[in-house]
């Protein structure tokens, strides 16, 4: 089974940048979208970042201007590099993996604590 491995979250002071990063533990095919989830407490997870197999990308109002996505070429791994945090950006960020191929696949990552805070 295909399990997705973040890492790069921590504690971090307002105005801060950290850098989350998303790799594949097996092969994945017909990859689709990958994109970033958050889910602060009390708060239904939603979408903070995607980037298409194409290279095209999306972001949440909130966190255009400070927060970008990108991935390699072999769409193993992909990253979320955030800047100016602020305590808002507080949450788990989860990695997604989206891959079509006889219908749609859905890969998920374990979490990582972001805390911004003084």
């Known amino acids: 089974q295909v399990q997705l491995v973040e890492s790069g979250g921590g504690l971090v002071q307002p105005g801060g940048s950290l850098r989350l990063s998303c790799s594949t533990s097996?092969?994945?095919?017909?990859?689709?979208?990958m994109a970033w989830y958050r889910q602060a407490p009390g708060e239904q997870r939603g979408l903070v970042a995607s980037?298409?197999?194409?290279?095209?990308?999306n972001y949440v109002d909130a966190v255009k201007g400070r927060f970008t996505i990108s991935r390699d070429n072999a769409l193993t791994t992909v990253y979320l590099q955030m800047n100016s945090l602020n305590p808002e950006d507080t949450a788990v960020y989860y990695c997604?993996?989206?891959?079509?191929?006889?219908?749609?696949?859905?890969?998920w990552g374990q979490g990582t604590q972001v805390t911004v805070s003084s």
């Open positions: 980037i298409t197999s194409s290279g095209s990308t």
């Open positions: 097996g092969s994945i095919s017909n990859i689709h979208v």
């Open positions: 997604n993996i989206v891959s079509i191929r006889q219908g749609v696949q859905n890969y």
